[in-house]
């Protein structure tokens, strides 16, 4: 019987993966296709993953391998958990040990890793299904009406109670395939007892299941000729036992929107490995969780954490950390706890979806860290030279840079965000002095590279909400010969918003041509007399008068330190660097027909290039896929959601604008009155005529009001009016010239508060005018 057609669909199984897989048979030979278990990989074979879904499981696999080091032959996963990366460096012919405190993660290692050659036969397997009179009942009494439907708790007992009449590999064949069942639907955990997270199935498509199980957990074993061993206890008492080439980290770690307890988060299968011996139940909470002295790692202890097993681990040569952003610590604080046990490091970031999670939301979609360390002496002198990235950037600059279209990416992911947005790469920032007058460093740039992921793409610098096109969702430093440089990967929401559909047309049509960087700084070096400046106003006479030119024939700049990249600028004209360009634009396609190259091997030897002779097999299988119904519906959910939250941020704004206007509004009618002005029963319908006004009305009532206020307040109290008298010329108002100019007319008549305002008004603006007229001659 077929279980897994090759080694891929034996990984996607451990993996819990639903993207199209291909693989290269002449890697495993040419009858591997027809295989129920894989063949043995010599060490030199290194297959890759391959996938058309971005950001999926295998990408991940694949890419920790590419980041691992090469003449590595022995390898110690310190928190194995599913053993599914321990798996991936046994099929590299890799000698593995693996470790994890959980009895679950031990048994799927054991079963996986360390066993070499024993299976379970299918009588075998048909005894672990069946009834057993003489099973506990423990899953019936204590978990009743929770994670599964009525009928599956018994069958549960009746297995786990088969599962003890095996031993050694056997057992933990059994017991993994039946912790991996259990876990199978609802939330995929254990930390909900709402009805969402039940599992859906009947007693008997239960038992199918961990049937299915068996045999593909039979089907993982296989012989990669070099003695793996699996451990289970403490990370700290473990890992000075141990030599290897290289240590894999993969550890619990605090992020800022939850802290995660793995132990309570899979308690129910944590306790059935033990069928719960030893262990107490909370009755009183909802999903009957045990009591458990493990501590979660939290903000406040997580620094502690990863210093004390990292200094467990000095004696083994390279290390390699995964990690996510939003977590304790930080990654800067993460570099320098590397340093300060001796070791060089780098980090590489991907886009990554956290299966234990929310479906939804930033705690979800994060970016995968993977610090690349190894033993180095200068290592912790530089690192403590790195600035804060948290601390506060005191100057800004903007900087054109050149665009470039990733061949590569574009081929293998068809240049397409996660949700179907064009993505196009370019290079951020270059070492050395633009015409700006700012300088790189080297080291900055090694150091800072990673402030430039999720940040804005706009339109030349703006800084209105609306102009936002897209963001920056990865960053990296490379060398070439021309010196250091920033490479990054941005995507255009051109299905969100339409300014993003207008500068993608724009930029596909060659109209917009250039791109421009933004960054701020904490300090700047003078680079003639190095003096360093935190605010521009503090220059010195070299950079306030010579910079960006020459002085005394050499060049004067300003070297940056403590560099924060902040967005990119989309420019439609040339600007100071007239090679920052756009060279190449991705185009849009549906996801779903994304294509990849077939014929490659799982997991590629680094040095192996691809075969693009099998690329036509592969378009016709990915044509066939159909899109992913629940992806998709996901993706609608999500933009409505946006789509409704700008709607709430624009009536916010329109709320906040209106209050503003009112109590303008309210502030000119008081300063009125207090001058003597009385508006009288038309108080507040003037009230509500001044609060609708725009800024340049207003501004302008603003002005007529005054000068009324000032006229009335200049006028004398009325008096008894005297007995007429005779005119007298020295009574009269001066006498004027004739040049143009008209006597003074009289108003005699009352005027009503409106005629008053619109007098005052034009009185405003004459004066205006006449102001502007005598200036400019």
Same mark, same amino acid.
Request: charged letters at 30%; glycine letters at 6%.
């Given at each position: 019987m077929k279980t897994f057609a090759t080694d891929l669909d034996r990984l996607a199984f451990l993996l819990e993966a639903d993207a199209a897989l291909a693989i290269d048979p002449e890697e495993l030979g040419t009858d591997a296709a027809e295989q129920t278990a894989p063949e043995e990989q010599a060490p030199g074979k290194r297959p890759k993953y391959i996938t058309n879904y971005i950001g999926s499981k295998q990408k991940l696999v694949d890419w920790i391998w590419k980041n691992t080091p090469d003449k590595v032959g022995s390898v110690l996963d310190a928190f194995s958990g599913s053993a599914v990366v321990a798996y991936m460096y046994k099929s590299k012919g890799m000698q593995v040990t693996t470790n994890d405190r959980l009895h679950f993660c031990h048994h799927a290692a054991k079963a996986i890793v360390e066993n070499s050659s024993v299976t379970l036969t299918e009588a075998e397997m048909d005894a672990l299904i069946a009834d057993n009179a003489n099973a506990g009942t423990f899953v019936r009494d204590n978990f009743k009406g929770i994670f599964f439907v009525k009928g599956v708790h018994g069958v549960i007992d009746a297995i786990r109670a088969n599962c003890d009449k095996l031993s050694g590999y056997k057992k933990d064949i059994a017991l993994f395939a039946l912790g991996k069942t259990c876990a199978s639907g609802g939330f995929g955990h254990f930390s909900s007892s709402a009805?969402?997270?039940?599992?859906?199935?009947?007693?008997?498509?239960?038992?199918?299941?961990?049937?299915?199980?068996?045999?593909r957990v039979n089907a993982l074993v296989f012989d990669n000729g070099k003695t793996n061993k699996a451990h289970h206890g403490d990370v700290n008492a473990i890992l000075p036992k141990v030599n290897a080439d290289l240590a894999y980290f993969d550890p619990p770690y605090a992020t800022e929107f939850s802290t995660t307890n793995y132990e309570k988060a899979y308690h129910f299968v944590e306790g059935l490995m033990?069928?719960?011996?030893?262990?107490?139940?909370?009755?009183?909470?909802?999903?009957?969780?045990?009591?458990? %002295?493990?501590?979660?790692?939290?903000?406040?202890?997580?620094?502690?954490?990863?210093?004390?097993?990292?200094?467990?681990?000095?004696?083994?040569?390279?290390?390699?950390?995964?990690?996510?952003?939003?977590?304790?610590?930080?990654?800067?604080?993460?570099?320098? *706890? *590397?340093?300060?046990?001796?070791?060089?490091?780098?980090?590489?970031s991907k886009d990554h979806s956290y299966s234990i999670t929310a479906k939804r939301g930033s705690a979800s979609s994060a970016k995968e860290?993977?610090?690349?360390?190894?033993?180095?002496?200068?290592?912790?002198?530089?690192?403590?030279?790195?600035?804060?990235?948290?601390?506060?950037?005191?100057?800004?600059?903007?900087?054109?840079?050149?665009?470039?279209?990733?061949?590569?990416?574009?081929?293998?992911?068809?240049?397409?965000?996660?949700?179907?947005?064009?993505?196009?790469?370019?290079?951020?920032?270059?070492?050395?002095?633009?015409?700006?007058?700012?300088?790189?460093?080297?080291?900055?740039?090694?150091?800072?590279?990673?402030?430039?992921?999720?940040?804005?793409? %706009?339109?030349?610098?703006?800084?209105?909400?609306?102009?936002?096109?897209?963001?920056?969702?990865?960053?990296?430093?490379?060398? %070439?010969?021309?010196?250091?440089? *920033?490479?990054?990967?941005?995507?255009?929401?051109?299905?969100?918003?339409?300014?993003?559909?207008?500068?993608?047309?724009?930029?596909?049509?060659?109209?917009i041509t250039q791109v421009s960087m933004e960054c701020d700084y904490e300090e700047g070096e003078c680079s003639v007399c190095h003096k360093r400046f935190k605010s521009k106003a503090d220059y010195c006479t070299h950079l306030r008068k010579f910079k960006g030119r020459e002085l005394s024939g050499k060049p004067v700049y300003e070297i940056l330190h403590g560099v924060t990249f902040s967005g990119l600028g989309l420019l439609d004209r040339k600007g100071a660097d007239e090679q920052a360009r756009i060279l190449q634009v991705a185009s849009v396609q549906d996801p779903s027909d994304e294509q990849q190259p077939q014929g490659e091997s799982l997991m590629d030897d680094k040095d192996k290039k691809p075969d693009p002779?099998?690329?036509?097999?592969?378009?016709?299988?990915?044509?066939?896929?159909?899109?992913?119904?629940?992806?998709?519906?996901?993706?609608?959910?999500?933009?409505?959601?946006?789509?409704?939250?700008?709607?709430? *941020?624009?009536?916010?704004?329109?709320?906040?604008?209106?209050?503003?206007?009112?109590?303008?509004?309210?502030?000119?009618?008081?300063?009125l009155e207090k001058q003597g002005m009385d508006f009288g029963e038309e108080r507040d319908n003037e009230l509500k005529r001044l609060a609708e006004l725009s800024d340049d009305a207003f501004s302008a009532t603003e002005a007529a009001y005054e000068k009324m206020a000032k006229t009335h307040t200049s006028e004398p109290p009325p008096e008894k009016e005297p007995a007429p008298k005779k005119a007298k010329a020295s009574d009269e108002s001066p006498m004027r010239t004739s040049a143009g100019v008209r006597p003074h007319d009289v108003d005699d008549q009352k005027l009503s508060l409106e005629d008053r305002l619109k007098n005052g008004f034009m009185a405003a603006y004459n004066n205006r005018v006449g102001s502007e007229a005598t200036t400019n001659a």
């Open positions: 009805e969402g997270g039940q599992r859906k199935d009947t007693p008997e498509q239960f038992k199918a299941r961990f049937r299915k199980n068996l045999e033990v069928y719960w011996k030893g262990l107490e139940i909370n009755k009183d909470s909802k999903t009957k969780h045990y009591a458990t %002295d493990h501590q979660t790692v939290t903000k406040g202890n997580s620094s502690a954490f990863f210093e004390t097993f990292l200094g467990n681990a000095k004696h083994i040569k390279h290390w390699l950390i995964s990690y996510r952003d939003h977590a304790h610590p930080n990654e800067s604080q993460m570099k320098k *706890i *590397i340093a300060g046990h001796g070791r060089s490091s780098r980090m590489q860290r993977l610090f690349v360390c190894v033993k180095g002496t200068s290592a912790k002198a530089s690192e403590e030279k790195t600035q804060p990235m948290a601390a506060a950037a005191n100057f800004h600059t903007s900087i054109p840079v050149e665009l470039a279209l990733d061949e590569d990416a574009m081929r293998s992911e068809a240049m397409m965000g996660a949700t179907g947005d064009p993505q196009f790469t370019f290079i951020l920032c270059r070492t050395g002095t633009n015409r700006n007058g700012d300088h790189f460093t080297a080291e900055e740039l090694n150091q800072r590279h990673m402030t430039a992921i999720n940040k804005k793409v %706009d339109l030349q610098h703006s800084q209105d909400f609306g102009d936002i096109v897209g963001g920056i969702v990865a960053a990296d430093y490379q060398e %070439d010969e021309q010196g250091g440089r *920033i490479e990054c990967v941005g995507e255009l929401y051109a299905a969100d918003t339409p300014n993003a559909q207008l500068a993608y047309k724009l930029m596909k049509r060659g109209i002779s099998s690329s036509d097999a592969a378009k016709s299988k990915a044509a066939e896929e159909t899109p992913n119904a629940e992806l998709e519906k996901e993706n609608r959910e999500l933009k409505a959601k946006v789509s409704e939250l700008q709607k709430k *941020i624009e009536e916010l704004e329109a709320e906040q604008k209106a209050a503003a206007s009112k109590a303008r509004a309210s502030q000119l009618i008081g300063k």
